[in-house]
């Protein structure tokens, strides 16, 4: 898909976790994706058709293009969405593109082979957007809770493991040296800086849901992962709390 001037595009969705993964620990996670998650900003479905109508449309969805021969996926957002930080696609399936915006102001630059460079969110950025897509789509699959396992398992591998004995003792500390629960919680603590209050009343909203993180835990696969995430959620209220953020009720 050729750039368009004026509009912001990012990395995002599987092919972004790839690259972390093997950016921090030399390998790609197990589970494996052919197709790549673009997401850009447009100011309404027009602009967005124009920019879709450029490149082969893959079958009848509105927002998937064949880009040389690799299916591409585009995710609007920006001043396309409702109230809320919502899209709704023409067949009414509706989105929440809360996270992109804040994804791109904290996006890191990745310089791939022949000198090709793509933008990819932080990895609060992307941890962020994972939970957010689980909560539009735990009803079809699991792939997003098991990516976000991934991601928050990041957090106590290769050099955020070295910062939990190091600058970050403090945290592994809390949690009886236990790495998994502190990186996590380290994790969570990076989030609430990517978003304005009204950003964090619904991830704050999200994460009060026991029934929802209930069932997020027992579709992260993992026996740890109700700790992990229950660090990871306390990492987000401790910093949301100290900064006096918690909204109203």
Known sequence: MAREAGVDYLVVGATARSLVSFDLLGRSPARQTRDV???AEVGSWGEFDNLVRKSDRHGNSAHKCI??????DVVPYGDIGQEGRRIVWSDDHAMNVLGFREAVHTAQTVLLPDGVTIRIPSIPALALLKLLAWVDRHYDDTRDALDLATMIGWYSSGK????????????????DYEPPPAGAWLLGSHIPALLDDDGIAELLRILDDDELMGRL???????????VLQAMSRGI????????RAPST
């Open 37 to 39: 998650d673009i997401a």
């Open 67 to 72: 880009v040389e021969g690799v299916e591409v």
């Open 160 to 175: 955020y493991v070295e910062r939990l004995y190091g600058e970050d003792l403090h945290v592994l500390e809390k949690f």
């Open 217 to 227: 835990a027992r579709d992260m696969g993992s026996p740890r992962a109700a700790l």
């Open 237 to 244: 209220r401790d910093v949301v709390d100290e900064a006096g």
